[in-house]
């Protein structure tokens, strides 16, 4: 990130990186339920580009903004929480 602005890569890590640990191992980082980014917040995200990329999601998930994701998934697909 530059100057604290997101880059299109982190973003795209987004909906492609999966969650490689704890009780939603193996779910795309973009499809992690609010309260387990939530619980992150509150403990301390982890060290490294996993902590950067969860702080990151928090933030969209926590602004409403989640959606603006959809368009950099496979197939331009919507994720779990965008129904339909």
């Given at each position: 990130m530059v100057g604290?602005?997101?880059g299109g890569e982190q973003l795209r890590l987004l909906v492609t990186r999966t969650m490689?640990?704890?009780k939603h191992k193996g779910t795309l980082i973009?499809?992690?339920p609010g309260n387990y980014l939530n619980w992150f917040a509150?403990?301390?995200f982890?060290?490294?580009e996993i902590g950067r990329l969860l702080?990151?999601?928090h933030?969209?998930?926590h602004n409403g903004l989640a959606s603006l994701l959809d368009p950099l998934r496979p197939g331009g697909r919507r994720g779990r929480r965008g129904g339909a």
């Open positions: 604290g602005s997101p490689p640990f704890g973009a499809d992690l509150r403990e301390g982890p060290p490294g702080a990151l999601m933030e969209l998930n």
